[in-house]
């Protein structure tokens, strides 16, 4: 298979504002639209449901130790602490 070129650099720099030659893998090459996706009609209901997930998220997390506090104190998955109890190991620690 023979190369060729897809565009020369000046034409590459001569694309319109907000447009950009796109190469990847084995897909010929495009000249695509750079919009954001805020420009986008359903901007507000991606943001929604993108709220909608982190309180979920939230809800879900809020009655289980992080990650960080069960590498700092063994045993407390089998305990489940967090809260309280969990904010007296941290003073124990500390003082």
Partial sequence: MALEPVLRGDEIR???EGHALVLA???PPII????GMWTWESWAEIE???HDLRAANEVEHEDRPSRF???AWPGSAEEGTKGPETAERVKEMAG
Avoid: E, F, P, S
Avoid at 32 to 35: A, K, N, Q, S, V
């Fill in 25 to 27: 893998d084995n897909l």
């Fill in 32 to 35: 695509t639209r750079l919009d």
């Fill in 69 to 71: 506090q069960l590498a």
């Fill in 14 to 16: 001569g694309l319109r």
């Fill in 48 to 50: 929604g449901h993108v």
